[in-house]
């Protein structure tokens, strides 16, 4: 039999069905990448502002995504108040010292973001993070405001940062996040496959779509430290 196999060419039968096989099985990523350029088409469609999202919605999609890429030290709830825990999460950075935090909201009431400065302050007195990052395209009031003037205490200067984020990276953040949900509820349909929620993260880790996302990139996740000038 091994004599038979070896006198076998190429064109015989046998490679054929084989080649011809494996051909037609479905390339995963393939599929993958498929499905996220209409899954994100039909997103930018659908969302035109970040201020569609409240301030928990944007940090539990930036949270998904962190996930996916497997940030180390993940922590949700880094401000020391109630009203504004959820939002704002933690992490670390392989070559960054220290805990990093993110605030992003989009509430327009400078009241509330008086509210929101304080609760920041705090979290630095507490040196619940060495590093803090203000996410807001909204207003930020002006010198009259005292939310203003916290802000430009702790944002405007060194290590604490304020972020402007863009509708792209809003678009690749709610489009993975349309994802999770499919996945976790067994809809997500890649190819011929039903991947759960690691699977989806494995996915989005080998088709590094989400490099392309501004935001991620500017917080120094695939470089491993913040790069803002």
Known sequence: LFQEA???SPDDPIYTNI???FTAAPDPLAAFELLWSQEYKKTQAKIERIRQ???PELVQMLREALEALQVIGIQSKLLP???YASYSLSYHLPAQ???IGIIWTEDPNLVGFFHLMKACEKS???NLCQTLYLLRAESLGTHKNQGNKIYSDIFTGY???HIIPDMTSLHYLATYHNLVNAACAGELVVGDQTPNLKQLQELIRESKILE?????DTIGIFTGYTRII
């Open 6 to 8: 070896k006198n076998l």
């Open 19 to 21: 080649s011809a096989d």
């Open 53 to 55: 999202f409240s301030a």
């Open 81 to 83: 108040s109630p009203k």
């Open 97 to 99: 010292l220290g805990r």
């Open 124 to 126: 630095l007195q507490l």
């Open 159 to 161: 290590p604490h940062r």
């Open 212 to 216: 392309n996302c501004p935001i991620l």
